[in-house]
Each structure stands twice: as structure tokens, then as C-alpha cells.
């Protein structure tokens, strides 16, 4: 539907705001976010006709992976204008495993947009974006969406959203009808009907069926708006009726404090209503110089940076893309001054200068040029090829560092090697390239398992990266189970004599090593000891003992794991005054402490690891079992702010494996967790029996 052209909410005042409104669209998966995305782009005459996910048609959703999975796994760009504002529009996935990429656009909006569908309503991940959006202290607004879908009730939606996050909660609109009779909505501002028909809206009568509810709520939305403002209250107070203007500009300072939260509603999907979100953003949303100014680190010290479009530049790269035809783009949002194609900034970071030779408007993954980007609004930049997400470009000589988004943790991994030999070098590039657009993505080898890991946020997030791994960059990878860094320590004592002795014509080898090995303490590492007396053998011989020892433990003990926590002592041996050498005694040594590992109780170690769960109290005595079933133990529960708990427990890092997504079925999404390796731990002996059985030591 064309934008209909009905004017800024709240009457007939001609819009006067200059600028840009810097706008996240966050919630749940299946909202409709880039549905409503795409009518906004088409409201406002930014693009011809409507686009499709399933057929990459849609403006933001364009990636092959998008388009197979009909759902949006990056954050998108859709610039648009109503009036003389520009409103970038940054769409983000919805679905858990993308987080990171939410974090990344609300890092540079300056108003989130949650949606919700009116099926669906509130679930996990509406729950998350909005204390994302409380910790950074972004004004929010919440767009009812597909009210023209079966069994949508607007009620109860406003009332869940009352219910979960309090009194500033603002209904601005009312639907007209529900589900397929859903035609229109109500303007409380204007206490005006707008019907459409035809894919335009008219102004109406608001209908008789709907004008006891109507003045009511909009009865309401006044004594709440007129709270706000003394002499406003005053006046209310003394019967007179405040004009729409006034109860918009006293909302809008309500908005940008975070006070109110504004509910409207409509249809993505049949453009109902979203002309007025349009104009509604542009008259009410915060102007990037009306939020707190941005605080950047500059060495140990810290200051603020308003957004003045006359001060020094300061541009941050909050996303890297990576195009096959142009390259590295990088989406930077100007917080200061303004940059120019030409303009040559400092990365923070290296402290290299990078020229902006191209600056470009990316619509999705259309670009086009501009000439000059001003505080407040986001630009790409393609072609920085030292730039990666998080950096700074800042003014010569001022190495300020705007602080980067926080990225979503790695948990869940998967070891993965090249399908065709030859092919690491490659595999290592294309990952590292990954990693440039997708911080999310952690890449580990790992020396005690051989084996390269790939860590991601969930198992969708990793199946999109090899996915993209092999369209991109050519490089088909294979997946295998993710070993265990298990390792071996003893816990008696023994000794042992290790015999070297070759003949071969001529010089030959020859070297005895008498060692005693003993058990160390968790953690105390490798000692060893010279208690050799009477030259048994040359002192110029006994460090090749030692490294022998060494290379042996590390070789494995009795189960094949690296040997850990003990003590070698040399005490005594034997050699020749011609055939023993350095390998003769480093071979005595390994020889040696092969047979004595025997006779000194070996035990296998496991990794164990701090779990730390954030939960909600409802979900204690769920969680608790399933860590307990895990064999770890809880070392207690701490109480947290609305309603949730934090517990902390010690848990094999063999029973973690995949806790990311055993924790979101089992939470239905609500639960997060953080681990960090703490200590090894002998492992139960029931277990070695099985772990041996199953080929695994």
C-alpha cells in the first residue's frame, strides 16, 4: 500500500523535525519483523513493491541461508524517509541462536521497535530484547503485528505486556476488528477512526460500537500523559482538553526517558496501520542528539561524546559483511562531527589510517553512493580491509574507542575437518573470514585432541556458518564428535629401570635409567629430580632422562592420555664410556617410566567445569535434577532481581557437551547459562570400564 499520506500523528501540524531516527526491529522469531520492514520500505515510497523471504525477493532477507531457512540470520539495513526524516531501519533475526547480530543494531539505535504478533504474543525472546533494551537504556515502542491473522486478540496481548513489563505500558492505537474483519485502527491522539480500504486509509468516525471503549482507554492515555507535565496537569485539572500536539510532545520526552512505552498496532502483512508507525517514528522517536551523550575510553581515561555534527568524526564499525563481488563492507554509525568520501581516519585499534574511499546507503544489499555522512546516521563503507566489527575510526592522534557490543557466548561446539586433503589452509582462511562478520563465532584448536573446534551460539548458528563456509569461500568440511581432553595421573609410587641397549656394528647405544615416579597435588604439574651420586651416569646425560620422561608422558600413559601431576625422580643407572649418548639415556628414561606408570595406580582425570545458570524460580526444580543427572554438583543458588535464580554448580565438561540446547528445550528459552573450565577430577571407575568399552580411552 502506498503511504496514505495521512499527516504525523497527533493533528495537522506540519512535520518540522530535520534528521535521522535510528530504529532496531527486535522480538520474537515468526513476528513479522521483516515482513513489517519490508512495508515500511514500501509505505514510504523507498521501494516499488513488496519482496518475499522464500523467494529472496525481500530487501533484508537476501542471503541464500535466509532464503532456505525463511528466516532472517543477519542484521539488515532499511533506510527510508517520511517528510524530511530519515528513518534507518535495522532488522534483526529473532531467532536465539542470532542474538549477537540484535546486540550489534541496538549498539547504534537510538529506539527499538519490539515486535510482537498477535497469535503468538510474548515469548522468550521479547523477554530477552526488552531487559537487552532496559540495560542500555533505549527508549522502546511496541507494534502489535498480524492482527489480520485467525484467533489474533489485541486485548490480551496489551494485557500480557502490562503484566510483564509494568504500568508504561501506553496503548496509542486500538485495532478495528480482528482477524479477517481486521480493517482499521483508532487514534487516541486524534480520537479519530482510519479505515482502509483498498490498500489506502481514510479518516473516519470513530465506530458506535467502539466509542465507549475508545474514550475510555484514550481517557486513560490522557491522565497518563498529562502526569508527566505540571502545568499541563494544571490544566487538566481545570476541565480544559489538551490539543493532540501537546499530549504528543509530552509523550515523545516520556519516550525518550524511558518512562512510557507506546502500544500500536497493524498488519505487515496487508499494510494496515503502517503508515501511521511510520509517521509515528518520525514525529516521536529520540533524535540521536537528544539521547546521553556516548561514552568512549580514551587510554585509562574515560568522556562523553555528544552527537555534534560540527565536533571531531568519530565513526563506529558495529557489522562487517562480506559481498562476492565488492568485498568487506562495513556498516559504521557516525556518533560525531561528519565524514566525506576521501575522509582518512585512524582505526583505534591498529592505529593504521584507513581511507573511506566509497561511502554508500545499503538498502539490504543494494548500495548507493552518498557524499557525506553527519553525526547521528549509519553509513557502509566498503573496501576497509583491516577493519573489523567493534573498531574505531576516530581523527589522527585521538585513539578514542567507542566500547563494542557484548557477543552472545560460544557454547555449543563441533570439531571440524576439510573434506578434501590440502584443503587447511584454506578451511583456516575461510573461518577467519567468518569470524570477521560474525563475532558469535569462536574457532580453537585444540593440541591435546588434534582436532579443530567450531563454537557457536546453538546448532541452527553453526549449520548456517558451514553453510556459508562452503558457498563462500569453497571449503566442504566434515563433522566428528568433539574429544575430550581427558588426561592420566598416578597415586602411588613405583619404580622402574629402563634398559637402552642397540648393537649394530660400531658405536651402538647404550643406557640404563633407574627412576622413582610419586604422585604431585591437582595442578602441581611436572617435577623431576637428580638424585644420581657416583657419576652412574655422566651429568651431561641426565636432562636427556628428563626429556625422555617428558615426551612420554605427553605420548600417554596407560589409557593413552597425557600424564599429569607427578614427580620423576633419577636415582641411579648405568653407562658406557662409548656407546652411551643423549638418545641412548632420553629412550632409558621414556623405557623407564613406561613400566613404572604400570605399578603406580594410574587414574583417568576429566575436565571439570563452573557452570553458572540463570533461570527462572519456576524452573529450579527442573534445572537442579538435570544438573544433578549431569554428576554435578551444585554449590548453591543465589536470588536474583524479577523472579529469576542463579545457580552454580561444578559439571563434567563431558556431561556440557551440549547444554545449549538441552538448557532452551528445557527452559523453553528463558534459561542462559556461562562456563569456564575450573579443575580436573579423577574419573568415576564405573565409568573408565564404560568409556573403554566404547573405545573412547
Same mark, same amino acid.
Given at each position: ?160 505486556l502490562q503484566q510483564a513489563f509494568g504500568a ?183 592505529? &593504521? *589510517? +584507513?581511507?573511506?574511499?566509497? @561511502?554508500?546507503?545499503?538498502? /539490504?544489499?543494494?548500495?548507493?553512493? %552518498?557524499?557525506?555522512? =553527519? ?70 584448536? &585444540? *593440541? +591435546?585432541?588434534?582436532?579443530? @573446534?567450531?563454537?557457536?551460539? /546453538?546448532?541452527?548458528?553453526?549449520? %548456517?556458518?558451514?553453510? =556459508? ?88 600413559? %596407560? ?9 620423576a625422580v633419577c636415582i641411579d643407572g648405568k ?123
Open positions: 500500500m502506498p503511504w496514505a499520506g495521512l499527516g504525523p500523528i497527533g493533528g495537522d501540524r506540519p512535520m518540522t523535525a530535520t534528521g535521522v531516527r535510528n530504529i532496531a526491529l527486535v522480538g520474537q522469531n515468526g513476528s513479522g519483523k521483516t515482513t513489517l520492514a519490508e512495508a515500511l520500505l514500501f509505505a514510504t515510497g523507498a521501494i516499488k513493491r513488496t519482496g518475499a523471504v522464500d523467494d529472496g525477493s525481500a530487501a533484508c532477507d537476501f542471503e541464500p541461508e535466509e532464503i532456505k531457512s525463511h528466516m532472517s540470520l543477519s542484521l539488515a539495513l532499511a533506510p527510508c524517509s517520511v517528510g524530511a526524516v530519515r528513518l534507518n531501519i535495522v532488522d534483526t533475526p529473532g531467532f536465539p541462536d542470532f542474538f549477537s547480530e540484535v546486540r550489534l543494531a541496538c549498539s547504534v539505535a537510538d529506539l527499538v521497535v519490539v515486535v510482537i504478533g498477535a497469535v503468538e504474543g510474548i515469548g522468550p525472546q521479547t523477554e530477552a530484547v526488552w531487559e537487552l533494551a532496559e540495560q542500555r537504556n533505549l527508549p522502546r515502542l511496541v507494534f502489535v503485528n498480524k492482527l489480520d491473522r485467525e484467533q489474533a486478540q489485541f486485548d490480551r496481548i496489551l494485557s500480557d508504561g505500558i501506553a496503548p496509542l492505537e486500538l485495532p478495528i476488528g480482528e482477524a479477517s474483519s481486521f480493517r482499521g485502527i483508532l487514534d487516541l491522539f486524534t480520537d479519530r477512526a482510519i479505515i482502509y480500504e483498498g490498500g489506502r486509509g481514510r479518516i473516519s468516525d470513530i465506530p458506535d460500537d467502539l466509542a465507549a471503549t475508545e474514550h475510555l482507554v484514550r481517557e486513560q492515555l490522557v491522565e497518563g500523559i498529562v502526569v508527566g507535565d505540571d502545568a499541563l496537569m494544571e490544566r487538566y485539572l481545570n476541565g480544559e482538553v489538551p490539543s493532540s500536539n501537546e499530549l504528543e510532545d509530552v509523550f515523545a520526552t516520556g519516550l525518550a526517558d524511558g518512562l512510557v512505552f507506546p502500544v500500536v498496532c497493524g498488519s505487515a502483512a496487508t499494510g494496515v496501520g503502517v503508515d501511521r508507525l511510520a509517521s509515528l517514528l518520525a514525529e516521536i522517536a529520540p533524535h540521536p542528539s537528544a539521547r546521553p551523550p556516548l561514552v568512549v575510553r580514551a587510554g585509562d581515561t574515560v568522556q562523553e561524546v555528544g552527537c555534534d555534527p560540527d565536533g571531531p568524526p568519530l565513526a563506529h564499525v558495529f557489522k562487517t559483511m562480506s559481498d562476492p563481488y565488492v568485498g568487506k563492507i562495513s556498516l559504521a554509525r557516525v556518533f560525531s562531527g561528519s565524514i566525506k568520501a576521501g575522509t582518512v581516519l585512524m582505526n583505534s585499534r591498529t592505529r &593504521v *589510517d +584507513e581511507r573511506l574511499h566509497v @561511502l554508500e546507503q545499503l538498502q /539490504g544489499k543494494e548500495g548507493k553512493p %552518498v557524499d557525506e555522512a =553527519r553525526a547521528g546516521d549509519i553509513v557502509a563503507v566498503p573496501k576497509l580491509a583491516d577493519v573489523l566489527t567493534g573498531d574505531t575510526l576516530a581523527p589522527k592522534g585521538m585513539p578514542v574507542v567507542v566500547p563494542p557490543a557484548e557477543v552472545e557466548p560460544s557454547l555449543l561446539s563441533i570439531a571440524i575437518r576439510p573434506k578434501s586433503k590440502g584443503d587447511e589452509d584454506k578451511l583456516m582462511t575461510g573461518l577467519h573470514r567468518l569470524q570477521e562478520e560474525d563475532p558469535a563465532l569462536v574457532v580453537e584448536h &585444540v *593440541d +591435546e585432541t588434534h582436532q579443530t @573446534l567450531l563454537r557457536g551460539t /546453538g546448532e541452527t548458528h553453526l549449520s %548456517v556458518s558451514i553453510d =556459508r563456509l562452503a558457498r563462500k569461500f569453497g571449503v566442504e568440511v566434515e563433522i566428528e564428535d568433539v574429544r575430550v581432553p581427558y588426561r592420566e595421573t598416578i597415586t602411588a609410587s613405583a619404580e622402574a629401570e629402563g634398559k637402552y641397549k642397540k648393537q649394530s656394528g660400531g658405536h651402538g647405544q647404550f643406557g640404563v635409567a633407574c627412576i622413582r615416579i610419586e604422585p604431585l597435588g591437582n595442578g602441581e604439574g611436572f617435577q623431576f629430580v637428580d638424585k644420581v651420586v657416583g657419576g652412574a651416569i655422566p651429568r651431561q646425560y641426565i636432562p636427556a632422562v628428563e626429556k625422555g620422561i617428558v615426551e612420554a608422558m605427553a605420548h600417554g600413559g %596407560v589409557h593413552g592420555y597425557p600424564v599429569v601431576d607427578l614427580r653407562s658406557h664410556p662409548v656407546d652411551s649418548s643423549e638418545m641412548s639415556f632420553k629412550m632409558a628414561g621414556s623405557l623407564a617410566f613406561r613400566e613404572a606408570i604400570v605399578n603406580a595406580a594410574p587414574v583417568i582425570l576429566e575436565p571439570i567445569s563452573r557452570v553458572t545458570v540463570t533461570i527462572p524460580n519456576s524452573m529450579q526444580g527442573p534445572v537442579l535434577g538435570d544438573l544433578t543427572g549431569r554428576r554435578g554438583r551444585v554449590q548453591g543458588t543465589e536470588p536474583l532481581l524479577e523472579g529469576r535464580l542463579e545457580v552454580n554448580a561444578f559439571v563434567p565438561t563431558s556431561e556440557m557437551q551440549r547444554y545449549a540446547v538441552d538448557l532452551r528445550s528445557l527452559t523453553g528459552g528463558r534459561g542462559r547459562f556461562r562456563t569456564v573450565h575450573d579443575h580436573y577430577s579423577p574419573v568415576p571407575a564405573n565409568l573408565v570400564d564404560r568409556l573403554t568399552k566404547a573405545g573412547r580411552v
